[in-house]
């Protein structure tokens, strides 16, 4: 099992920026991934930005070169570093671990789900 909890979400105006915080414990696997996923207003939810626990790392195309996915050095946080925000960018965040070392935006692919933190962005 694992447990994951995120915080760090809040309100921005457009261009701005935000970090958000994952917390990972109660888990014992030694290679795994983890990744964030974002849930919009009436939409799916859809994965981000993933990476592994050698910190190989992908990103879905409506992020890359804005957001920036990184692991601490005891490889128990996970941070999403979000720049130049825009009003889509707005919803629900997600936290998800898998334990298998493959940076995988699949939501199908993770087992362990955060409850999640809310990030507004507005024009």
């Known amino acids: 099992a694992a447990r994951l909890r995120e915080s760090g979400g809040g309100s921005v105006q457009a261009g701005g920026s935000l970090k958000l915080s994952c917390t990972l414990s109660?888990?014992?696997?030694?290679?795994?991934?983890m990744a964030w996923f974002r849930q919009g207003p009436g939409n799916q939810r859809v994965g981000i930005a993933a990476?592994?626990?050698?910190?190989?790392?992908t990103y879905a195309p409506s992020v890359k070169g804005r957001f920036t996915i990184s692991q601490d050095s005891a490889k128990v946080t996970v941070y999403l570093e979000m720049n130049n925000l825009r009003p889509q960018d707005t919803g629900m965040y997600f936290c998800?671990?898998?334990?298998?070392?493959?940076?995988?935006?699949?939501?199908?692919?993770?087992?362990?789900w955060g409850q999640g933190t809310q990030v507004t962005v507005s024009s």
């Open positions: 998800a671990h898998q334990p298998r070392g493959l940076a995988s935006l699949w939501q199908s692919d993770f087992n362990y």
């Open positions: 109660d888990h014992a696997y030694t290679d795994y991934s």
């Open positions: 990476i592994d626990i050698d910190g190989e790392t």
